[in-house]
Nanobody
Framework: QVQLVESGGGLVQAGGSLRLSCTAS????????MGWFRQAPGKEREFVGV???????YYADSVKGRFTISRDNAKNTVYVQMNSLKPEDTAGYYC?????????????????WGQGTQVTVSS
């Protein structure tokens, strides 16, 4: 069982930056592929980015070049640095973990989820 706790959300002006963190319980964090997803009101949950156990990253086109995902296995933590934020980035942001396959963008393939942290970008 893995428990995930996100932090770092908040209100920021367009063009600003935020860094979200997701800390996991347990001793096997390094064996999990970690994904970030987001969900805006009235919309479906969408893939943001993912980092593999070896540090390979893959991003949605909508955030590519603006968001950077990293992980610190010693701290059981994955991060997403979000720069040049836009109002359309406003959403609840969720981290997720899975260790059954490699890189995947499908939320259904992740078996552990955090409670989410809200990011609001004002124009």
């Amino acid at each position: 069982q893995v428990q995930l706790v996100e932090s770092g959300g908040g209100l920021v002006q367009a063009g600003g930056s935020l860094r979200l963190s997701c800390t996991a319980s347990g001793r096997t964090f390094s064996t999990y592929t970690m994904g970030w997803f987001r969900q805006a009101p009235g919309k479906e949950r969408e893939f943001v980015g993912v980092i593999s156990t070896t540090g390979f990253t893959y991003y949605a086109d909508s955030v590519k070049g603006r968001f950077t995902i990293s992980r610190d296995n010693a701290k059981n933590t994955v991060y997403v640095q979000m720069n040049s934020l836009k109002p359309e980035d406003t959403a609840g942001y969720y981290c997720a973990a899975q260790n059954r396959m490699g890189i995947t963008t499908n939320a259904k393939n992740y078996n552990y989820w955090g409670q989410g942290t809200q990011v609001t970008v004002s124009s």
